[in-house]
């Protein structure tokens, strides 16, 4: 602005930062709880931890799927069935049937019903508890919720450019990105936060950047369809069959016709692809112009465009074959989704991902602090005086002990609420949905009241107890509690892996807690409201959820 | 319209300097999420219609570039002396590949 150019960039990454960062921050938090979405599903639903997790064949799999189909989705105009993999054991049957004359149309998914099938007997699973479990967190990190989800998507859009711009301008502000790696001077109040939010943001950067630029690319024609409206003439349909090509669709014949049989087809597409199917869907089944479309499981390479093959549903004969050649921009494209969604992630690299996650969390909470920590100092002589603070500061200590705070109260009530609602119960997804929107609203508005350091104390405490409680929880609500997974080693080992570390997660909570004890009386009157100018904590403190 | 004279002389509006501070950073604010995303459309449309190689590649190319253009868009209007010259760097590009993209046949004004 008025003064030199690293200022400028130091003034726009501060506000830009400033201005999203409550939103950001539970966009990090879903989408880092999201890389174990299936596991915070399976945990959230322990009537399926006892179901053998024998891993079998796709060949197998697929042929218990078409038996079960066979008999339980007659007349369905769709089948879809998703393979088991390792980290999901069930698997996925789903049908729509078409909508009888008169019927009340539903919904695009009011004809659809799914179900959870033993892969080797193709048996409906024991019917697990409702519940969105990790669903719910990764919609929540784009869709939000309580709202059309295109609003939600150009919100977090938004959101996320602001992002970007702040951590382009951070890096220009930066004077000496490397050395900074190494500083760390705690208990120094303002110094402190600074050095916080430069380690977790420089520590982590090329994921921060990464994650920041491929969200906004699995969105692109949503948020810039202005080069295809170009090139295409406003013909979007065009571009879409043009850039993501797909079979034909065969209409029905009304002509009934046998199935063929899914296994050797199965065989074939794995021996061609050297990679496993994932899914399966048929058009049609039954009918003499059905096709059945397999498609390649993600993970094999980093792209989230897989192949598929489309057969012939009576004969068996090949009758397409897509996306095994992807031009350079598309593959591109596809590679940068696939680094963001990291489903190519083994173990080990899926938990460096989650930990990276955690690092943008404590990013964009140290951020959120600093500001306040800052601002505060500015007006400390004032505040000495016995002026009260700024609405601008109150505003933001407020916000930042409702989100940062505030998140691991809501992420907690929605693990609790999963184990002690009613097994059965009405709308039981919607209610667990409610507690986690509720216990961050009762949070949020509290410490809009009083944004004391007390109130961080009681929301840390609040929130410490709900993570770290989980795992006691679970000892009174399942039989696969640590004790049963971790000391007798049976169970699942997701399950085990959640129970811990939201015991970490907890127990860092209850850490920060603890350092915000309240202070000598006699600089009680003095008190700041952010937890940072006198005693401090280490780096994680606030954002880890 | 002449004033009558037997009214009191209006002061010249004059802002404070905070005031025009604040006016300054409100209408870059305007200029780089507004103005950034036209130019930024702008130049994805321009390399979509214009880049060697097939169409859909060249919309995919341009659309995957066009948050590294939205960002250095929003980079320089905050960088830049005035709130004027921002305004004028996004305007005169803006409407140079505008008119090219007239001049193609390609401009179009539904952006969804």
Same mark, same amino acid.
């Given at each position: 602005?008025?003064?030199?150019?690293?200022?400028?960039?130091?003034?726009?990454?501060?506000?830009?930062?400033?201005?999203?960062?409550?939103?950001?921050?539970?966009?990090?938090?879903?989408?880092?709880?999201?890389?174990?979405?299936?596991?915070?599903?399976?945990?959230?639903?322990?009537?399926?931890?006892? /179901?053998?997790?024998?891993?079998?064949?796709?060949?197998?799999?697929?042929?218990?799927?078409?038996?079960?189909?066979?008999?339980?989705?007659?007349?369905?105009?769709?089948?879809?069935?998703?393979?088991?993999?390792?980290?999901?054991?069930?698997?996925?049957?789903?049908?729509?049937?078409?909508?009888? *004359?008169?019927?009340?149309?539903?919904?695009?998914?009011?004809? #659809?019903?799914?179900?959870?099938?033993?892969?080797?007997?193709?048996?409906?699973?024991?019917?697990? $508890?409702?519940? $969105?479990?990790?669903?719910?967190?990764?919609?929540?990190?784009?869709?939000?919720?309580?709202?059309?989800?295109?609003? =939600?998507?150009?919100?977090? %859009?938004?959101?996320?450019?602001?992002?970007?711009?702040?951590?382009?301008?951070?890096?220009?502000?930066?004077?000496?990105?490397?050395?900074?790696? #190494?500083?760390?001077?705690?208990?120094?109040?303002?110094?402190?936060?600074?050095?916080?939010?430069?380690?977790?943001?420089?520590?982590?950067?090329?994921?921060?950047?990464?994650?920041?630029?491929?969200?906004?690319?699995?969105?692109?024609?949503?948020?810039?369809?202005?080069?295809?409206?170009?090139?295409?003439?406003?013909?979007?349909?065009?571009?879409?069959?043009?850039?993501?090509?797909?079979?034909?669709?065969?209409?029905?014949?009304?002509?009934?016709?046998?199935?063929?049989?899914?296994?050797?087809? @199965?065989?074939?597409?794995?021996?061609?692809?050297?990679?496993?199917?994932?899914?399966?869907?048929?058009?049609?089944?039954?009918?003499?112009? /059905?096709?059945?479309?397999?498609?390649?499981?993600?993970?094999?390479?980093?792209?989230?465009?897989?192949?598929?093959?489309? #057969?012939?549903?009576?004969?068996?004969?090949?009758?397409?074959?897509?996306?095994? @050649?992807?031009?350079? /921009?598309?593959?591109?494209?596809?590679?940068?989704?696939?680094?963001?969604?990291?489903?190519?992630?083994?173990?080990?690299?899926?938990?460096?991902?989650?930990?990276?996650?955690?690092? %943008?969390?404590?990013?964009?909470?140290?951020?959120?602090?600093?500001?306040?920590?800052?601002?505060?100092?500015?007006?400390?002589?004032?505040?000495?005086?016995?002026?009260?603070?700024? #609405?601008?500061?109150?505003?933001?200590?407020?916000?930042?002990?409702?989100?940062?705070?505030?998140? *691991?109260?809501?992420?907690?009530?929605?693990?609790?609420?999963?184990?002690?609602?009613?097994?059965?119960?009405?709308?039981?997804?919607?209610?667990?949905?409610?507690?986690?929107? %509720?216990?961050?609203?009762?949070?949020?508005?509290?410490?809009?009241?009083?944004?004391?350091?007390?109130?961080?104390?009681?929301?840390?405490?609040?929130?410490?107890?709900?993570?770290?409680?989980?795992?006691?929880?679970?000892?009174?609500?399942?039989?696969?509690?640590?004790?049963?997974?971790?000391?007798?080693?049976?169970?699942? @080992?997701?399950?085990?892996?959640?129970?811990?570390?939201?015991?970490?997660?907890?127990?860092?909570? =209850?850490?920060?807690?603890?350092?915000?004890?309240?202070? *000598?009386?006699?600089?009680?009157?003095?008190?700041?409201?952010?937890?940072?100018?006198?005693?401090?904590?280490?780096?994680?403190?606030?954002?880890?959820? | 319209?002449?004033? &009558?004279?037997?009214?009191?002389?209006? &002061?010249?509006?004059?802002?404070?300097?905070?005031?025009?501070?604040?006016?300054?950073?409100?209408?870059?604010?305007?200029?780089?999420?507004?103005?950034?995303? @036209?130019?930024?459309?702008?130049?994805?449309?321009?390399?979509?219609?214009?880049?060697?190689?097939?169409?859909?590649?060249?919309?995919?190319?341009?659309?995957?570039?066009?948050?590294?253009?939205?960002?250095?868009?929003?980079? +320089?209007?905050?960088?830049?002396?005035?709130?004027?010259?921002? +305004?004028?760097?996004?305007?005169?590009?803006?409407?140079?590949?505008?008119?090219?993209?007239? +001049?193609?046949? =390609?401009?179009?004004?539904?952006?969804?």
């Amino acid at each position: 602005m008025k003064e030199g150019f690293r200022q400028s960039m130091a003034w726009l990454h501060t506000w830009s930062g400033l201005l999203v960062c409550w939103v950001l921050l539970l966009v990090f938090c879903g989408g880092t709880a999201s890389y174990y979405r299936s596991e915070i599903t399976l945990w959230m639903q322990p009537e399926l931890h006892a /179901a053998a997790a024998n891993p079998v064949s796709s060949e197998i799999a697929a042929s218990a799927a078409q038996a079960a189909m066979t008999e339980r989705a007659a007349g369905a105009t769709r089948w879809f069935i998703t393979l088991p993999d390792e980290r999901n054991p069930a698997t996925q049957l789903g049908w729509s049937k078409p909508s009888k *004359p008169g019927e009340k149309k539903k919904g695009r998914r009011g004809n #659809f019903h799914s179900e959870q099938a033993d892969p080797a007997t193709g048996e409906v699973l024991s019917k697990p $508890r409702e519940t $969105r479990g990790g669903e719910f967190l990764y919609r929540l990190h784009f869709d939000l919720h309580y709202m059309s989800a295109i609003w =939600a998507r150009w919100i977090v %859009g938004f959101c996320a450019m602001f992002m970007l711009v702040s951590i382009i301008s951070g890096i220009i502000t930066h004077k000496r990105i490397f050395k900074d790696l #190494f500083t760390f001077r705690p208990k120094k109040g303002q110094r402190s936060w600074l050095d916080a939010h430069n380690v977790t943001a420089v520590l982590a950067l090329p994921f921060h950047l990464m994650i920041t630029y491929t969200g906004l690319v699995t969105l692109m024609f949503l948020y810039m369809p202005s080069g295809a409206t170009a090139a295409y003439q406003g013909d979007k349909d065009a571009f879409f069959s043009e850039a993501f090509p797909r079979a034909e669709e065969r209409k029905a014949a009304g002509v009934a016709a046998p199935l063929t049989a899914f296994a050797p087809l @199965v065989r074939q597409a794995e021996a061609k692809w050297g990679g496993k199917v994932e899914r399966i869907s048929v058009n049609a089944p039954g009918d003499a112009n /059905a096709t059945i479309s397999l498609s390649r499981a993600s993970g094999r390479d980093m792209s989230t465009r897989q192949p598929s093959m489309d #057969f012939d549903g009576v004969t068996g004969k090949l009758l397409s074959s897509n996306g095994e @050649v992807v031009p350079g /921009a598309a593959a591109t494209q596809g590679v940068m989704i696939g680094l963001h969604v990291a489903h190519f992630g083994a173990p080990l690299l899926r938990a460096l991902f989650f930990l990276c996650g955690l690092a %943008g969390c404590a990013m964009v909470a140290t951020g959120a602090l600093l500001w306040a920590v800052k601002t505060r100092q500015k007006q400390a002589k004032a505040l000495a005086a016995g002026k009260r603070a700024s #609405f601008g500061l109150r505003l933001v200590e407020a916000l930042n002990i409702g989100a940062i705070a505030g998140i *691991p109260i809501a992420f907690g009530a929605y693990f609790w609420a999963n184990r002690l609602l009613p097994v059965v119960m009405e709308e039981r997804p919607k209610e667990e949905i409610a507690c986690f929107f %509720g216990a961050w609203a009762l949070a949020a508005i509290v410490a809009q009241l009083r944004p004391t350091r007390a109130m961080w104390r009681i929301e840390l405490t609040a929130g410490a107890i709900l993570l770290a409680g989980l795992p006691v929880l679970n000892v009174f609500t399942t039989d696969s509690h640590l004790g049963v997974t971790l000391f007798l080693g049976r169970g699942p @080992v997701p399950v085990a892996a959640f129970d811990l570390v939201v015991l970490s997660l907890g127990l860092l909570l =209850a850490y920060a807690a603890y350092k915000l004890k309240p202070l *000598p009386s006699k600089a009680k009157k003095a008190a700041p409201a952010a937890p940072a100018a006198a005693t401090n904590s280490n780096t994680t403190l606030p954002g880890a959820a | 319209m002449q004033a &009558p004279a037997t009214t009191i002389k209006m &002061p010249r509006l004059r802002l404070s300097a905070g005031a025009m501070y604040r006016l300054g950073v409100a209408s870059r604010g305007v200029a780089a999420i507004v103005g950034g995303y @036209v130019l930024a459309a702008l130049v994805t449309m321009l390399l979509s219609v214009s880049l060697p190689m097939a169409r859909s590649e060249a919309v995919m190319t341009a659309t995957l570039l066009s948050f590294t253009i939205y960002t250095c868009a929003v980079l +320089w209007v905050f960088a830049t002396g005035s709130a004027l010259r921002a +305004w004028l760097g996004l305007l005169i590009p803006s409407v140079v590949i505008a008119a090219i993209l007239q +001049w193609m046949g =390609a401009l179009s004004w539904s952006l969804a």
